[in-house]
């Protein structure tokens, strides 16, 4: 099996090759081909040069994705799974609101955190996405909608994987999105959820982001977020908190807190008084999330009047709380469903623009 050729949505784009002998503007309208029109091919760059359009498909490829496949939702979002040269797979999802355009994006195949209720937890891990790989999702998804790239304002890293985990590409991935000579996004659009790596969000501290911290935390003591999440082990809930004041003081931004609602384990009153008291000084808004079930979770969701208790009883200790009730379950797109499910399913093929 031959190895794929390099996809120049890896590359910075101040850093996008060019042949020699070409000038520095060629660059910008090499950038404006791949992040304003989202072209699929070389031939379709028609104000570059012929020669050179034919030495960089010799040397680069621009889809970093060997297949796609659409799953619509009834609700109108759209569920992708990419497969990847090597074989791998991914998945994002394309949610469409009155007003604005979200993609949620992977960063992993698969994810090592391991959350015992997620259906992606449950794959393991199967690699780090490239940073073409996760910023060419958005550009794939608005092709294949019939709709630019640049139409695409909102982003939200909370697809497969743990961002923290892949730090450069993801970040790599989030300065493609916001250059003036990229997607042109505003980082106050694109969120970066973790489970919650203390070291990690001291780090991206120092990149100076305005990003939507999203938080997973799922538990507010330390016994039961050990039972559900692995990786709490290894980091203790008053550490994890820790870091968020330090984000917090640093860039500004209210931090949002990810909140999912599973039967008997984590939606009893006494929670709710502890969620309250550890989110206490933290300019923080909890999104409560129904637990979108998947094959042998052995996981049930809070009950709806259970669950409208928890959140009245965060309201009434002063938090800012929301019920947050996912798009495109019956596509598997939901929170905490994305489990490569292809096969099954009988895929709508993506070889253009939907209608």
Not at 173 to 183: E, K, S
Not at 207 to 218: F, I, M
Not at 238 to 247: G, H, K, N, P, V
Request: glycine content about 8%; proline content about 7%; aromatic content about 6%.
């Amino acid at each position: 099996m031959s190895t794929p050729l390099p996809s120049l949505y890896d590359h910075a784009i101040a850093d996008l090759p060019l042949p020699a002998g070409q000038p520095a503007f060629r660059r910008q309208q090499l950038a404006d081909w791949l992040y304003r029109q989202g072209v699929a091919g070389f031939d379709a760059m028609t104000n570059l040069p012929a020669a050179m359009r034919e030495e960089l498909a010799s040397a680069y490829r621009l889809e970093p994705f060997a297949a796609t496949a659409r799953f619509p939702s009834r609700d109108g979002s759209v569920r992708y799974l990419f497969t990847l040269p090597d074989g791998k797979q991914t998945e994002a999802v394309y949610m469409p609101y009155a007003g604005r355009r979200t993609v949620c994006v992977s960063s992993m195949v698969g994810c090592p955190a391991g959350c015992a209720f997620c259906a992606t937890g449950a794959l393991g891990f199967g690699r780090n996405l490239t940073r073409g790989e996760i910023v060419a999702q958005l550009v794939a998804v608005a092709r294949h909608e019939g709709i630019a790239p640049t139409d695409i304002r909102n982003v939200v890293l909370m697809g497969m994987g743990e961002a923290l985990l892949n730090y450069d590409n993801a970040i790599g991935a989030i300065r493609t999105m916001i250059d003036p000579a990229g997607l042109d996004m505003s980082p106050r659009r694109i969120t970066l959820s973790t489970v919650g790596l203390p070291n990690r969000v001291r780090k991206l501290i120092g990149e100076g982001l305005p990003l939507v911290l999203a938080v997973s935390l799922h538990a507010p003591d330390q016994e039961t977020r050990a039972r559900i999440i692995p990786t709490a082990h290894a980091h203790p809930i008053e550490e994890i908190m820790a870091s968020l004041e330090e984000w917090q003081a640093a860039i500004g931004r209210r931090i949002t807190i990810e909140y999912t609602m599973l039967d008997g384990v984590n939606d009893h009153a006494w929670q709710a008084t502890e969620l309250a008291r550890l989110l206490k000084g933290l300019n923080s808004h909890v999104n409560l999330i129904p637990f979108n079930p998947w094959t042998d979770s052995g996981f049930a969701g809070t009950p709806r009047k259970r669950l409208a208790e928890f959140e009245r009883a965060l309201q009434q200790a002063g938090v800012s709380v929301s019920v947050r009730f996912s798009r495109g379950r019956d596509a598997g797109a939901a929170c905490g469903q994305l489990a490569l499910q292809g096969a099954e399913r009988a895929p709508r093929p993506a070889a253009g623009p939907a209608a």
